[in-house]
């Protein structure tokens, strides 16, 4: 990479350049401000990990489904509508009929914006319903920390607690389907080394 590329990035993406410094900017001036040490976390395996993530998981799933409850009715009766108009569209360019083509392709993208605009909904949804969830005590790292021994500084508990927070708050808007994988490799990797 040239020094030309850099900069030709930098005018093509401004605003990630933009967020990546200022995210090792707020990096370097949390690390000597701060001075603090590491956590100090449980011992995890297999089987207690998954009982620590059950809730999570549980709680992505039960998400997932109040999202469906609260799209299904309101945006599937337009969404069945504009897929049998694409059908029709192509049924009617199989048949030959002159314009089809392009009607196609009209209902098509009219599909395709309907869709995403849905998965917008969706996902703006499980994040409010992730946050209060969150809000409500719902945590994926902080189950794991031992403050037996050592007991963080209050302002390093609060930083982790609040990261703990956006963490949990965007695995749970994620889904159930998401959390699956990380377990199925820990559950695997302790297996396998057991």
Same mark, same amino acid.
């Given at each position: ?10 005018? #093509? ?9 200022? &995210? ?7 690390? &000597? ?60 360019? #199989? ?64 930083? &982790? ?28 990797? &302790?297996?396998?080394?057991?």
């Amino acid at each position: 990479m040239t020094l030309q590329d850099v900069k030709d990035s930098v005018k #093509e993406y401004p605003s990630i350049w933009l967020l990546s410094i200022t &995210f090792v900017a707020g990096f370097v001036f949390l690390q &000597f401000w701060s001075g603090w040490n590491g956590l100090t976390f449980i011992k995890v395996d297999a089987t207690n990990l998954v009982g620590y993530l059950t809730p999570l998981l549980l709680t992505a799933t039960l998400i997932e489904r109040a999202v469906e409850v609260v799209i299904t009715p309101w945006r599937d009766p337009d969404a069945d509508d504009k897929s049998n108009k694409v059908a029709a569209a192509a049924a009617q360019v #199989e048949a030959g009929v002159d314009n089809a083509q392009a009607t196609l392709e009209a209902r098509t993208s009219d599909l395709n914006e309907y869709t995403g605009k849905t998965r917008q909904y969706a996902y703006a949804i499980a994040v409010a319903l992730s946050v209060l969830a969150v809000t409500a005590g719902v945590r994926t790292l902080w189950p794991l920390l031992d403050t037996s021994k050592v007991v963080p500084p209050p302002a390093q508990l609060n930083f &982790f607690r609040w990261y703990d927070m956006l963490l949990t708050t965007l695995l749970l808007a994620g889904g159930a389907a998401g959390l699956h994988a990380p377990i199925n490799a820990f559950t695997s990797f &302790f297996e396998k080394n057991s």
